[in-house]
């Protein structure tokens, strides 16, 4: 349900268009129709090279060395109708033409390699993003959830941006990240982040023990990593926000670590929910003398917290400004039947906001809206893809006590 239209299915070269491959036959046909009817001066023939080296462009290796194998065949015809094979001339072009023939053929084959290698490598990177950032389920106790990952470039399938849900006994526990740095550094920071969430949050401690764990596996990853080569020491941290919504009652308590706070909208106002006291981002907590504090705010039914990356309020428009998401949320609340209706207008208002509808970094967000009470046990609950991103969820499948 992404707002930017899907990019083209990439065609391999061993699958051309026939209107395509009809260019170089055509070529072929005309090229030796005028070389037998032209003067005896007059020689078409090293024109039919260009033939398989337009094949090359848009076939495979198979295709390609047919069109040259045709179009040696043809000048074999030109030389037999204009004098005889063994004409010096028409010698040097036929043994040219196979030469030139050869040398396409085979870089087609590079390329049909090299693309074969790059799909290989895009299969490879969906099933890790199915494993780093799973899909987030649209219900979880009293709570319905959506989620959407947007790529700052629309090939890429992982990032540093991260989020995370889990159902604990007595209610559901939520994280939203952004790893410093980009690339498969910061892939692998954001695995670290999330598979310590995973393996602690349904642990029954409070909140900054749960964060102090995820601190403590930052922190190790970067001593770990510290002193690798292009890797300055000591610059691997997380911003994070960790939320616990109870189940019962209408309250959430918050962790800030460096992150942009949350905001709960309410009817049709907007409020941040700024920390009193906000912790250092997860793995300097040894580096500042700061504990971790959680605070708590009303969340009642019909609420909807919205937690973000900072890719979201740091898109700029063509003048520069910044993309004012405080006021979008409360324009964009009326008439948004649920949190994923919520980020599907954001999306595509953030997406126009950005020149071209492109992002200068990747940017996530998670709407949660608190459902009133009702009467008997919750529905069952379901697995569901991000709401409107380039990535993640197509075809997972998830246990149901098991985190995103």
Same mark, same amino acid.
């Given at each position: 349900?992404?707002?930017?239209?899907?990019?083209?299915?990439?065609?391999?070269?061993?699958?051309?268009?026939?209107?395509?491959?009809?260019?170089?036959?055509?070529?072929?046909?005309?090229?030796?129709?005028?070389?037998?009817?032209?003067?005896?001066?007059?020689?078409?023939?090293?024109?039919?090279?260009?033939?398989?080296?337009?094949?090359?462009?848009?076939?495979?290796?198979?295709?390609?060395?047919?069109?040259?194998?045709?179009?040696?065949?043809?000048?074999?015809?030109?030389?037999?109708?204009?004098?005889?094979?063994?004409?010096?001339?028409?010698?040097?072009?036929?043994?040219?033409?196979?030469?030139?023939?050869?040398?396409?053929?085979?870089?087609?084959?590079?390329?049909?390699?090299?693309?074969?290698?790059?799909?290989?490598?895009?299969?490879?990177?969906?099933?890790?993003?199915?494993?780093?950032?799973?899909?987030?389920?649209?219900?979880?106790?009293?709570?319905?959830?959506?989620?959407?990952?947007?790529?700052?470039?629309?090939?890429?399938?992982?990032?540093?941006?991260?989020?995370?849900?889990?159902?604990?006994?007595?209610?559901?526990?939520?994280?939203?990240?952004?790893?410093?740095?980009?690339?498969?550094?910061?892939?692998?920071?954001?695995?670290?982040?999330?598979?310590?969430?995973? /393996? %602690?949050?349904?642990?029954? *401690? #409070?909140?900054?023990? =749960?964060?102090? &764990? !995820?601190? $403590?596996?930052?922190?190790?990853?970067?001593?770990?990593?510290?002193?690798?080569?292009?890797?300055?020491?000591?610059?691997?941290?997380?911003?994070?926000?960790?939320?616990?919504?109870?189940?019962?009652?209408?309250?959430?308590?918050?962790?800030?670590?460096?992150?942009?706070?949350?905001?709960?909208?309410?009817?049709?106002?907007?409020?941040?929910?700024?920390?009193?006291?906000?912790?250092?981002?997860?793995?300097?907590?040894?580096?500042?003398?700061?504990?971790?504090?959680?605070?708590?705010?009303?969340?009642?039914?019909?609420?909807?917290?919205?937690?973000?990356?900072?890719?979201?309020?740091?898109?700029?428009?063509?003048?520069?400004?910044?993309?004012?998401?405080?006021?979008?949320?409360? /324009? %964009?609340?009326?008439?948004? *039947? #649920?949190?994923?209706? =919520?980020?599907? &207008? !954001?999306? $595509?208002?953030?997406?126009?906001?950005?020149?071209?509808?492109?992002?200068?970094?990747?940017?996530?967000?998670?709407?949660?809206?608190?459902?009133?009470?009702?009467?008997?046990?919750?529905?069952?609950?379901?697995?569901?893809?991000?709401?409107?991103?380039?990535?993640?969820?197509?075809?997972?499948?998830?246990?149901?006590?098991?985190?995103?």
């Amino acid at each position: 349900m992404d707002p930017r239209p899907p990019p083209p299915r990439t065609r391999r070269h061993g699958e051309p268009r026939l209107a395509l491959l009809a260019v170089p036959f055509a070529l072929i046909a005309v090229v030796t129709l005028v070389d037998v009817l032209a003067p005896p001066e007059v020689h078409l023939g090293p024109f039919l090279v260009a033939a398989p080296a337009l094949t090359a462009s848009f076939a495979g290796p198979r295709t390609t060395g047919i069109v040259g194998a045709v179009a040696v065949l043809a000048q074999v015809v030109v030389a037999v109708s204009r004098t005889t094979l063994t004409d010096l001339n028409h010698t040097f072009q036929i043994i040219a033409l196979i030469l030139i023939s050869a040398f396409v053929t085979f870089f087609a084959h590079l390329r049909e390699v090299h693309e074969a290698q790059l799909t290989q490598l895009r299969s490879v990177a969906e099933a890790a993003q199915q494993v780093v950032l799973r899909p987030l389920r649209e219900r979880m106790g009293p709570l319905r959830v959506a989620s959407v990952y947007l790529a700052a470039e629309a090939e890429a399938l992982i990032g540093g941006d991260l989020y995370a849900a889990a159902r604990t006994a007595h209610g559901t526990r939520l994280l939203i990240g952004d790893v410093r740095g980009k690339g498969l550094d910061a892939v692998g920071e954001a695995a670290v982040v999330l598979g310590a969430f995973r /393996a %602690a949050a349904h642990l029954d *401690a #409070g909140l900054p023990e =749960l964060v102090a &764990r !995820l601190d $403590a596996a930052v922190a190790a990853d970067r001593d770990e990593e510290d002193g690798t080569p292009g890797r300055p020491e000591g610059e691997g941290f997380t911003t994070a926000a960790v939320v616990d919504v109870p189940d019962r009652g209408t309250t959430v308590e918050v962790v800030s670590c460096g992150h942009p706070p949350p905001l709960l909208l309410r009817g049709d106002r907007v409020v941040a929910l700024e920390v009193a006291h906000p912790a250092p981002p997860l793995g300097l907590a040894e580096l500042v003398d700061s504990g971790y504090t959680a605070q708590s705010f009303a969340f009642e039914p019909g609420d909807v917290l919205l937690l973000y990356t900072d890719g979201v309020i740091e898109a700029r428009d063509a003048s520069g400004a910044f993309y004012p998401l405080q006021d979008r949320a409360a /324009a %964009a609340r009326p008439g948004a *039947a #649920g949190p994923d209706a =919520l980020l599907r &207008r !954001l999306c $595509a208002d953030l997406l126009r906001h950005s020149p071209g509808g492109r992002l200068g970094d990747d940017a996530a967000m998670v709407a949660v809206e608190r459902l009133a009470p009702r009467a008997g046990p919750d529905p069952e609950e379901t697995t569901r893809a991000g709401s409107c991103g380039s990535r993640p969820g197509r075809g997972a499948r998830q246990d149901p006590n098991e985190t995103t």
